[in-house]
């Protein structure tokens, strides 16, 4: 049954399995396709927009490997595939760079972001356009009042408490982002009147 499927997804993407194996094996050896010894092979790969400007497996090709892959392994295989160093790096750059009240610094670096992710994109399924979207949320708020009591991008992400729970405020405001669809809270008009 999963052989049926998995030939499905490769005729969509206009694939045959062997092309797919070259794929599958570029990835696990994390060389750019350029070493190919087929120059048609590579065309297509090229044609199909299957990779990067490096040469490199794009995130169109990944999700491929991980749509056939995931009829044969467990879940969580997208979870590594899904965590992307561009994406990574685009999130930490939405932080302010700068020094919090409580000491720390807002942004950390990426290596510590990519193993917070994949404890949340284990636990948590939103896409990536609603976490930059959610995080856009919470550091608006925060910054009017010049970032007091905000976490940092990577406690933002997963925190884990004294008992030893882990929790996500994160999750939370992704929630809070579906739910509104907006990227602002609706504020009550306040009116002054000027007293005599």
């Known amino acids: 049954m ?11 993407h ?17 060389k750019p396709l ?11 790969f090229v044609t ?15 999700d ?9 392994k467990k879940k969580d295989a997208r979870k590594e595939i899904l965590i992307d160093k561009e994406i990574l790096e685009e999130y930490r750059e939405m932080w302010p760079n700068i020094k919090l009240p409580s000491g720390v610094y ?5 290596k510590n972001l990519e193993a917070n992710f994949k404890w949340f994109f284990k636990n948590y399924d939103y896409s990536w356009e609603t976490i930059l979207s959610a995080t856009a949320l919470y550091l608006n708020e925060y910054s009017d009042n010049n970032y007091k009591f905000m ?9 884990t408490g004294l008992d030893k729970m882990c929790e996500s405020q994160l999750a939370t405001y992704c929630d809070r982002f579906l739910e509104t669809g907006d ?8 009116f002054k009147t000027k007293v005599v």
Request: glycine share 0%.
């Open 2 to 12: 999963n052989q049926l499927k998995l030939f499905t997804v490769l005729k969509k």
């Open 14 to 30: 206009d694939l045959s399995f062997n092309e797919y194996t070259v794929l599958l094996n570029c990835y696990l050896s994390k």
């Open 34 to 44: 350029p070493d190919l010894q087929n120059p048609k092979l590579f065309s297509k």
């Open 48 to 62: 199909l927009s299957l990779l990067n400007s490096d040469y490199t497996l794009n995130k169109k090709c990944l």
């Open 64 to 72: 491929i490997i991980y749509s056939v892959e995931s009829l044969f």
């Open 106 to 110: 807002a942004r950390v670096n990426v």
């Open 151 to 159: 976490r940092n991008s990577l406690y933002f992400v997963k925190k």
């Open 183 to 190: 990227m602002h809270d609706e504020v009550d008009d306040i």
